[in-house]
C-alpha cells in the first residue's frame, strides 16, 4: 500500500445540494422490490445456474412476495433465453408477478430480447448503455450525444418493437450504467430524453433506474445523487425512480436506505447480497430492516433458513455465518454479559409489548429461528447462558447460587475441551455433577413414619458399596433423613431447600419435581448443592440431600 494513497487515489466529489431535504426524512413504507438474482446475481457466479437451478430460484422469490423478478439476459445465452421462453410458455408466472429481461442498447440483442417475450402477459424491458466519461470515451468512443442517441434510439427501437407485440402490456426501465460516476446533468438529459421517446405518462410510467454500477462514494453522496435526480428529472409523475446499488464499499445497504429517503421509489438487488464482485444490495437486510422499525416490508422471510438453504443450492455460494439476519452465528450470543441480559430479556418480554430484548434486533422466531440457537455455550460464557439452556431444553430453573456453582464446572470441561456445549452436554455435565453422583453415597430407598408429634424416616442407603439401613427423626422428612445420615457419620446443615417442577413430565406423563439443597458439612464451610428429580416431591428432595452430600465429599 502506499504511504500517500492521495497520489493514485481522488476523494469523490461531494454534490452540490446544500438544501437536501433526505437527512431529515424517516422511512415510513416499503419500497416496491426488483430482484435481478437470476440476471445480474447470476451472471457473477462461478458457474451460472442451469435451468433447474433456475426454476427454483424463481419460484423463491415468487414465493417471497416479489412482484417483480429479473429473469434473464435472454440475448447473452441460450440458457438464459429458453428459460424466459419456459416460464411464458409453461405460464409459470403468478398472475401478480412481472418478468424483466435486461439487454444492451444494441439492435441485435434487442431485437432477440424482444423475442424471448413473446406471448408474455406484461413484460419489463430493460435496456442500459454506460453513461460516464470512461466508457463514453474509452469504451464507446463516442461524445455525451452519441451516448444519449444510442439510448434513444434503442428506446425508439424496443417501442417500435412492442407495438408489433401488442398482445404483452409493455413497460421500460432504462438504466444509464455507471450513473454515480456520471455527470449528474448528463445522465438527467439522457433519462429525460428516454422518457420521452417511451412518451411515459403516469399511467404508463417509465422505470428510470440508476445505480452505483461500482460503489465509488459514501452513501450520503448517492442519496445526494438520488435526490437531485429526483428534483430534477422531467415527467416526474411518469417516472418510477429506481436504484440498484452495488457493495463494493460495503456499504450498499446504507445507500439504498438513504437514496429511499432522498426520492426512489424502487430497489433492485439480490437475496443475501448476491451479485457482481461484492453484491448487489441484500434485499434481505433491507427489508428485514424495515421490518425491525415496525414497517411490513411486503416480502416474508419467516422461514429464513429456507430461503437461504434454496439460495445457497442456486448460487453454489455460501452464506456467511455472520450475515445480517440469516447467518447462522447471527441470533447466538457466546459471551457471558450477553447471555446474561439476553436471559434476562427473554424472562421481562411480554408477549404483546414491543420487542426490548437486549443485543437482538429482531424476535428470532419471527425469521424462523429458534431461540435454542440464541445462546451457545463456550469458555467465553457465564452463569446466565447456561441457566438460560438449562431451562429452556430441559425445564430445568436453577436457583441463581447454582447457577454461580454450576458455571465453574461447566468452565473446567470447557477450559480442558476447548469446544463448545451444547443443551444436550450441559444437560449431561449436569446429570453427571448432581443426579448421578453414588460416591460415597448411593440413595436406594426410604420409608417416612410418624413418631408423635416428629417425622420419622427409615432411608436405605449405601455407602462405599456397604447397604445401610438408617433411621432418623426430625422436623420434616429433610430434617429426619440429615439426622438418619448421622448413623454413618454424614454431618451435614441445610442451608437453603428449593422445589420447583420441571417442565418435562416422565415417560407416564406424570410431572416431575426438582429439588435443591445447599449443604454445608457440620465441620466445614465450603457450601454445595445437591439436586434431586423424582416425581414424588419427598423422594426428590432426599435425593437432593444425597446429592449434596456427595457433591461436599468430592469437594474435600
Ligand atoms: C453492469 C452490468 O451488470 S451490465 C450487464 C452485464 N452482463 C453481461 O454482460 C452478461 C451477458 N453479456 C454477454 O453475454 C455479452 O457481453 C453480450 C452477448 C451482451 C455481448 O457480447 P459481445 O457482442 O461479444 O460483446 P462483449 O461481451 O465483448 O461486450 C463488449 C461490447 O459491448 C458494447 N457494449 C457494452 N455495453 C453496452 C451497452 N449497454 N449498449 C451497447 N453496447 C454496449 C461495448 O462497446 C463492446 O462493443 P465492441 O465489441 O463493439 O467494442
Ligand atoms: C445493468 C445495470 C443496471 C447494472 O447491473 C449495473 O449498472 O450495475
Ligand atoms: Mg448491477
Not at 216 to 222: F, I, L, Q
Not at 298 to 304: A, P, Q, R, V
Amino acid at each position: 500500500m502506499l504511504t500517500n494513497p492521495a497520489t493514485k487515489y481522488r476523494p469523490f466529489p461531494p454534490v452540490a445540494l446544500t438544501d437536501r431535504q433526505w437527512p431529515s426524512r424517516t422511512l415510513t413504507q416499503p419500497p416496491i422490490w426488483m430482484s435481478t438474482d437470476l440476471r445480474d446475481g447470476n451472471q457473477a457466479l462461478f458457474e451460472p445456474m442451469n435451468a433447474e437451478r433456475k426454476r427454483r430460484m424463481f419460484h423463491t422469490l415468487c414465493q417471497i412476495g416479489f412482484k417483480e423478478i429479473e429473469v434473464a439476459f435472454p440475448s447473452a445465452s441460450q440458457t438464459d433465453f429458453d428459460f424466459v421462453r419456459e416460464l411464458i410458455e409453461g405460464q409459470h408466472i403468478p398472475a401478480d408477478v412481472t418478468i424483466e429481461v435486461l439487454t444492451q442498447a444494441r439492435e441485435h440483442l434487442i431485437r432477440r430480447t424482444m423475442e424471448s417475450l413473446r406471448g408474455a402477459r406484461r413484460a419489463i424491458v430493460h435496456v442500459y448503455n454506460a453513461t460516464s466519461q470512461p466508457f463514453r470515451d474509452s469504451v464507446f468512443h463516442m461524445s455525451k450525444a452519441d451516448v444519449l442517441g444510442m439510448a434513444v434510439s434503442a428506446v425508439a427501437l424496443i417501442k417500435h418493437l412492442a407495438e408489433a407485440q401488442p398482445e404483452t402490456e409493455w413497460v421500460l426501465e432504462y438504466s444509464p450504467e455507471t450513473f454515480s460516476a456520471t455527470e449528474l446533468d448528463f445522465a438527467r438529459d439522457v433519462c429525460d430524453a428516454v422518457t420521452e421517446t417511451w412518451g411515459a405518462t403516469p399511467d404508463r410510467p417509465v422505470i428510470i433506474n440508476l445505480p452505483a454500477t461500482v460503489e465509488m462514494s459514501t452513501p450520503n453522496v448517492y442519496a445526494d445523487q438520488i435526490e437531485w435526480m429526483h428534483r430534477e428529472l422531467a415527467r416526474r409523475d411518469s417516472v418510477i425512480l429506481s436504484v440498484h446499488p452495488h457493495n463494493d464499499r460495503g456499504t450498499a445497504v446504507a445507500a439504498t436506505e438513504l437514496a429511499l429517503l432522498a426520492g426512489a421509489d424502487r430497489v433492485e438487488g439480490c437475496l443475501f447480497g448476491s451479485g457482481e464482485r461484492t453484491g448487489n444490495v441484500d434485499i434481505v437486510t433491507l427489508a428485514l430492516n424495515l421490518y425491525t422499525q415496525g414497517i411490513a416490508p411486503g416480502l416474508d422471510f419467516s422461514d429464513i433458513n429456507a430461503v437461504a438453504r434454496t439460495a445457497e443450492y442456486c448460487t453454489q455460494l455460501p452464506i456467511h455465518p455472520r450475515h445480517p439476519y440469516v447467518g447462522d452465528l447471527v441470533f447466538t450470543a457466546f459471551s457471558g454479559s450477553h447471555q446474561d441480559a439476553i436471559k434476562k430479556g427473554f424472562a421481562a418480554q411480554a408477549a404483546d409489548a414491543h420487542w426490548n430484548v437486549p443485543y437482538l434486533p429482531i424476535d428470532p422466531a419471527d425469521v424462523g429461528r429458534s431461540y435454542d440457537s440464541v445462546i451457545r455455550v463456550n469458555s467465553q460464557s457465564g452463569k446466565g447462558g447456561i441457566a438460560y439452556l438449562l431451562e429452556s431444553a430441559y425445564g430445568i430453573v436453577m436457583p441463581r447460587r447454582l447457577q454461580v456453582e454450576f458455571s465453574s464446572v461447566v468452565k473446567d470441561h470447557t477450559d480442558q475441551q476447548g469446544c463448545e456445549v451444547n443443551a444436550n452436554d450441559l444437560w449431561n455435565i449436569f446429570a453427571a455433577t448432581y443426579l448421578e453422583t453414588a460416591t460415597p453415597v448411593r440413595y436406594c430407598e426410604h420409608h417416612l413414619f410418624e413418631h408423635g408429634k416428629a417425622q420419622g424416616i427409615r432411608l436405605v442407603i449405601e455407602q462405599n458399596g456397604i447397604q445401610h439401613e438408617l433411621t432418623g427423626e426430625g422436623n420434616g422428612p429433610i430434617d429426619a433423613a440429615v439426622h438418619a445420615l448421622q448413623g454413618v457419620g454424614i454431618r451435614v446443615q441445610v442451608r437453603s431447600y428449593e422445589e420447583r417442577s420441571i417442565g418435562a413430565s416422565d415417560e407416564a406423563g406424570n410431572a416431575q419435581a426438582c429439588a435443591f439443597i445447599e449443604l454445608r458439612p457440620v465441620n466445614g464451610s465450603a457450601e454445595h448443592y445437591g439436586v434431586g428429580i423424582d416425581g414424588n416431591i419427598i423422594t426428590a428432595s432426599i435425593k437432593a440431600l444425597v446429592s449434596g452430600v456427595n457433591r461436599n465429599a468430592s469437594a474435600l
